[in-house]
């Protein structure tokens, strides 16, 4: 059943309270976001100006550190050496009661490396591993055909999909400004005719022309944590995780996913599985600790039997 302007609501007002205990309190003492923290992070900006919606706050390196390691599961960065997450995104959107970020912007005009060539891609990502989690869970039970039926003709959604990928469209213009000779680059490796297409595009790379698609919810989650309150498509998807018993703004255990001062093997709550490329970099690294866990049992028992010698 569609939500009701009551849920609605309720929900802004949540995000609300949410945000000014986070920004007041600094989360659980689990957390290692402070007051001062974040204070300081409230007032971030990117490349010189503000951040684009009132809600983002700047990353701080603690949190570049638990997204890369806990929400994207990439490996540690050498001792020293400058994140290469911190040069790629702009802000954090909403987070989590324990202060982490639950979802993050992306510069759109990025390198993977200051070696490599610029690139254009999405803005918005869904890091946070409970929600990321929830959501698989969801998809798999076809809630996608669900929603878009809400999204044709004469439905309760009918614009609302086109409304969010415009947004996302003036969203990229505003994060690339005046960079005209990296923007002449992506032109010349994409060709006249993809470059138009990407900067048109909307939220997920949706094409304003396609046919109504929801596509993404996490994608689509990520835009309502980001710009806050205007995604009814994302407000939907929240209230249905939460019928489902998880809590949209952090349970008691899940920081321990976060915290990389907490090993993953005591965690009390753990990211199990995931899509794409963060769900084959958690598989690849636990067969790694498999491996180098036999090897260590191999190493022990060898060392025993040369005792008992």
């Not at 600094?26 to 900006?45: E, I, L, N, R």
């Not at 390196?61 to 702009?90: F, M, N, S, W």
């Not at 400004?177 to 006249?192: F, K, M, P, T, W």
């Not at 794409?276 to 067969?287: A, I, P």
Request: glycine share 10%; proline share 5%; net charge neutral.
């Amino acid at each position: 059943m569609p939500g009701s302007a009551c849920e609605d609501a309720a929900f802004s007002l949540w995000r609300c309270v949410a945000s000014v205990a986070q920004r007041f309190c600094g989360g659980t003492p689990s957390s290692p976001q402070s007051v001062a923290s974040a204070s300081s992070a409230a007032a971030g900006t990117f490349r010189g100006k503000p951040l684009p919606y009132a809600g983002m706050t700047a990353l701080t390196e603690a949190d570049l550190e638990c997204i890369d390691q806990r929400h994207l599961y990439r490996k540690p960065a050498d001792p020293g050496a400058k994140r290469e997450l911190g040069r790629q995104t702009v802000g954090a959107g909403g987070r989590c009661r324990h202060g982490w970020p639950q979802a993050i912007v992306y510069d759109p005009l990025y390198r993977e490396r200051p070696d490599k060539s610029h690139r254009l891609g999405d803005t918005t990502r869904l890091t946070c591993p409970l929600l990321v989690t929830a959501i698989d869970k969801l998809e798999k039970g076809g809630a996608m055909e669900r929603y878009n039926e809400r999204l044709l003709s004469g439905a309760d959604w009918e614009g609302e999909l086109q409304k969010v990928n415009e947004a996302h469209r003036l969203l990229r213009l505003e994060l690339i400004g005046d960079r005209s000779a990296e923007l002449a680059e992506v032109r010349q490796i994409l060709g006249q005719q993809a470059f138009a297409i990407a900067m048109r595009s909307g939220l997920a790379s949706l094409r304003p022309e396609a046919r109504p698609d929801v596509k993404c919810l996490h994608a689509q989650v990520a835009d309502e944590l980001v710009r806050g309150g205007d995604n009814p498509i994302a407000k939907q998807v929240l209230r249905d995780i939460e019928d489902q018993g998880v809590l949209i703004h952090g349970s008691e255990e899940c920081c321990d996913n976060c915290d990389v001062r907490v090993a993953l093997p005591l965690a009390r709550w753990k990211l199990d599985r995931c899509k794409n490329n963060v769900g084959k970099r958690l598989s690849r690294g636990r067969k790694q600790a498999a491996s180098r866990a036999t090897s260590l049992a191999g190493d022990v028992g060898s060392e025993r039997s040369d005792e008992d010698l």
